[in-house]
């Protein structure tokens, strides 16, 4: 009888009626939010809550926000793994997004080269971009203030691409050998989509609708995929390897794709198809090194900008019937469209791919079809990666650079997209690169290399009085560094530690760094809040006590004392993995049911745990279908407050190599999400902390499995 891999899982939470600030370490998760805050000067500033659920610090004109490390175990490779995926080398560095094969006559290149009589104007020059850097005070004219609310992340470096399609955002990942395993993420809710877009080697880097299909175009080898649903895809272009495909765009009839052979720097191309399945050459560069990386329909043309990575020169192609085109110099390297309010919306970067040519001005350009104006300069970044308009407004995203830059990136707003232009948040990731909208809400994709990204949604920000941390500021050995709504952080210098710092203002820790007098911050040593090390000087970061976790009802005694263990057991079982009963949760409580531990399409058990598994038997739910249990303990009857959560499984040989989603949940939806990967092992047990949650009567702990391996369920 066939049976899929397994291994155990089961979650213990200890009820520790204290505030959530007590005995936590900095890698513990709550609500993953951005909100405005007061740095010392006075100014204001931005603070975020990183996925870890650790507050990074208030983000001021001259300081620099401090990450945290990622909380995740990463997955060793084992051999003789039945579900193991084959292990993928590093693939070559990609600049640009990639181009396939294609067939019909194309025009030469030679018919496309620039002349002074096809230049367009020059732009107008930016009157004062003094103001762009400022920092998001609430409001920027008529606009509402907004903050940047914690989704979900990635597994991989990041997200290239979001798009809404069928009622759900849809995220394409960014990040190598990574073929076997689905590039997309979909929401709500927030999950790895299955099977999945699978054999990208690097990125899922355009998407578009068209006829009622979803269509991605990738790299590194320029494919493009479709599919009815978002989940199930199919290849309908293949290019050739080392290319990159960036842009979709549709005009009349048609939808077009970009594809470059980034590898050997050749064939800048334009693909057309009219039935999504058949694709033919448009446009061809030839020989020259066009890479194409933006392609949009405006004014009922169709404009592809692109630059020329052996001279640097910067180019637009202009269409009005998608086969015949007219070639014209361009002002900067544009990098991102956006059709909004009559006009085109362009996005420029100073990176053109090659050491030749002059760096142009980074900054947010407005076309009307004839002239390319400069509105607004975006300093220091190096890309102005994304623009949309949202809550009548304009949103740009920006990046400090590529793969070996690190962050911050930013999102703007501007009423009119001309001026007022106001910083609405900061991201510790190098690149805002992408954004796309799904009812009415913005949502930003972030990325950086050799890390995680993340997708925010863009929300109106909350009127809240702040916290008073003056209590803070009255103590002669301490320092009062940062301050926001809900948040003060600094150091203490005379060895008390962040307990006593916090409470000076009436405040918990939420996390602590080394650091030193004159406001230090040494982002890259964390420690526990309550750590004994010695130190004379830490840096503590103070939340209100409220402030963590599953739900907004306060602490409420029951039957659970504090330190006590409460543990919620599995459904009982007859027969075994295969031939498991019942298939089927009831929830009721009766035969040896506990209506604690709920289960969702999981149909098998071995000795004290149930799995799923990639085999499917008869009277079994589809491997590929949602699978999770949700742990439900009666808060009402134990008591609401501060909880400490550890997950253990059991390691063993045989087991899914993707990341398995934890979640802290409530009635409202997910408050916490850590994607980990439950690592082999001969057996042994292995904790997973998922830190310190304030749990209410509706909050809740739910474990899926997001794809069509195997992932296991115990006790909680």
């Known amino acids: 009888m066939a049976s899929g891999p397994r291994k155990a899982v089961y979650l213990l939470i200890t009820l520790a009626l ?56 990463q997955d060793e490779a084992e051999p003789g793994d039945a579900n193991d995926e084959p292990t993928q080398e590093a693939v070559p560095e990609q600049d640009a997004d990639g181009p396939g094969e294609d067939a019909g006559d194309v025009p030469d290149a030679a018919d496309f ?77 927030w999950k790895l989509t299955s099977p999945g877009l699978l054999g990208v080697s690097e990125s899922v880097c355009a998407l578009h609708e068209f006829n009622g299909m979803f269509y991605a175009n990738t790299e590194s080898s320029g494919d493009v995929f479709r599919s009815t649903d978002g989940s199930n895809w199919t290849k309908v ?19 077009y794709a970009l594809n470059y052979r980034n590898q050997v720097k050749d064939h800048g191309r334009i693909l057309r198809s009219q039935d999504g399945a058949a694709w033919s050459t448009v446009f061809d560069s030839g020989q020259e090194s066009l890479y194409l990386r933006e392609l949009v329909t405006f004014g009922g043309r169709l404009y592809a900008f692109g630059v020329n990575q052996s001279t640097g020169s910067m180019y637009v192609l202009v269409s009005s019937n998608g086969t015949t085109w007219e070639r014209k110099d361009a002002p900067v390297r544009f990098f991102r469209a956006h059709v909004w309010n009559g006009y085109l919306w362009l996005g420029s970067t100073d990176r053109r791919g090659t ?23 975006a300093g220091a970044a190096h890309y102005v990666a994304d623009l949309q308009d949202a809550h009548g407004a304009l949103f740009a ?44 809400e913005l949502y930003v994709g972030t990325w950086q290399y050799g890390a995680k990204g993340k997708v925010y949604k863009v929300v109106e920000a909350d009127d809240q009085e702040p916290v008073d941390c003056s ?60 750590a004994n090390n010695g130190h004379q000087s830490d840096w503590c970061e103070c939340v209100r006590d409220s402030n963590n976790g599953g739900g907004d009802c306060e602490a409420r005694a029951g039957s659970l004392s504090v330190g006590e263990t409460y543990t919620v057991q599995v459904d009982s079982h007859t027969g075994d993995e295969a031939g498991t009963q019942p298939k089927t949760d009831a929830n009721d409580g009766r035969n040896g049911d506990n209506p604690r531990f709920r289960r969702h399409n999981v149909a098998r058990a071995h000795n004290d745990y149930w799995y799923t598994s990639s085999h499917q038997e008869a009277g079994e739910p589809n491997p590929a279908g949602e699978q999770w249990v949700d742990y439900k303990p009666d808060f009402n009857g134990l008591g609401t407050g501060c ?35 439950q690592n082999r092992g001969s057996g042994e047990y292995r904790d997973e902390d998922l830190g310190n949650h304030f749990m209410c009567t509706d909050s809740y702990v739910r474990i899926e499995d997001p794809g069509t391996g195997s992932i296991s369920f115990n006790k909680m």
């Open 397 to 440: 995203s920006t990046s400090n650079g590529w793969k070996e830059d690190s962050g911050p990136s930013f999102l703007l707003v501007s009423q009119n997209g001309v001026d007022g232009w106001k910083q609405v948040c900061r991201f510790q990731e190098t690149a805002a690169w992408n954004m796309a909208v799904l009812d009415g």
């Open 113 to 189: 080269m620039p002349d002074a009589e096809n230049a367009f104007p020059e732009p107008d020059p930016v009157a004062d971009p003094a103001e762009e850097e400022g920092l998001p005070d609430g409001e920027s004219g008529d606009l509402p203030g907004f903050t940047c609310k914690y989704i979900g992340e990635s597994y991989s470096d990041g997200f290239f691409t979001l798009e809404s399609f069928k009622g759900k955002l849809y995220a394409g990942l960014f990040g190598y050998g990574h073929e076997s395993q689905s590039m997309m993420y979909s929401y709500p809710p």
């Open 18 to 73: 204290l505030s959530c600030g007590d005995d936590q370490a900095s890698t513990e998760c709550t609500p993953l939010d951005s909100a405005a805050c007061t740095c010392v000067d006075g100014s204001s500033g931005h603070k975020t809550c990183g996925s870890g659920g650790e507050w990074l610090g208030c983000v001021c004109d001259t300081g620099e926000e401090g990450g945290n490390e990622a909380i995740e175990r």
């Open 237 to 255: 272009f293949d290019g050739d390897n080392g290319s990159i495909g960036c842009g979709l765009a549709v005009l009349g009839n048609a939808i």
């Open 643 to 677: 909880y400490k959560i550890t997950a253990q499984y059991r390691a063993t040989e045989n087991r899914a190599t993707y990341p398995v989603l934890y979640q802290v949940r409530n009635s409202k939806g997910v408050v916490a999400n850590y994607s980990r990967v």
């Open 471 to 530: 209590g803070i500021a009255d103590v002669a050995a301490y320092e009062l560094c940062e301050t926001g709504t809900d948040y003060c952080a600094g150091v203490f210098t005379d060895g008390s530690g962040c307990a006593a710092y916090c409470a000076a203002a009436g405040l918990v820790c939420k996390a602590r760094y080394g650091g030193g007098e004159g406001c230090s911050k040494e982002p890259q040593n964390p420690w526990p809040c309550d």
């Open 355 to 377: 050491d030749q040519g002059v760096p142009g001005k980074v900054g947010v350009w407005r076309f009307d079809g004839d002239t390319f104006e400069l509105v607004h300069e």
